[in-house]
C-alpha cells in the first residue's frame, strides 16, 4: 500500500517565475513630518546654493498658466457657481423636519398614479 506514494515527489510546489525568498516587501510610506522635513531641507539648500531671497521668490510664485476659457464657458461657471451657493444656503437654513414636510407636501400635489407613502411618524 505503502509503495504508491513512494514514486511522488515530496516536498512544497514551486511557482514559475516566483523569487527565491518568495517575499516581496512593500515599500514604506512616508509620513508628514518626514515630507516637511524634506521640503525645508530642500528650500534650505536652495537658498544656500543660490543669490538668497531672490531666486526663491521667483521660484515659489512662477507665472500662472493662461486661461484658455472663452467668455461663454467662464459666463457658465459663474452661473453654477451661484446656483450651487443658492442650493446650499437653502439646505443649511432647514432642519430635517422642515424637508420631510415638504416632502410629504409635494407628494400630497402628484397624481394619485405616482402616489408614495408619507415619511414620518402620522
Known amino acids: 500500500m505503502f509503495e504508491i506514494y513512494q514514486a511522488s515527489i515530496g516536498g512544497k510546489l514551486k511557482l514559475k517565475g516566483a523569487d527565491a525568498a518568495g517575499v516581496v516587501k512593500k515599500k514604506k510610506k512616508r509620513s508628514k513630518e518626514d515630507k516637511e522635513r ?47 451657493q443658492e442650493r446650499i444656503s437653502k439646505l443649511v437654513t432647514k432642519s430635517h423636519k422642515d424637508r420631510v414636510q415638504e416632502f410629504n407636501e409635494r407628494l400630497e400635489k402628484q397624481t394619485e398614479h405616482f402616489d408614495i407613502p408619507k415619511v414620518g411618524p402620522g
Open 38 to 84: 524634506l521640503e525645508e531641507a530642500v528650500t534650505r539648500t536652495l537658498e544656500e546654493s543660490g543669490d538668497g531671497a531672490g531666486e526663491s521668490k521667483q521660484r515659489e510664485a512662477p507665472n500662472p498658466p493662461p486661461v484658455r476659457k472663452t467668455k461663454a464657458e467662464l459666463a457658465f461657471e459663474e452661473v453654477q457657481k451661484k446656483r450651487q
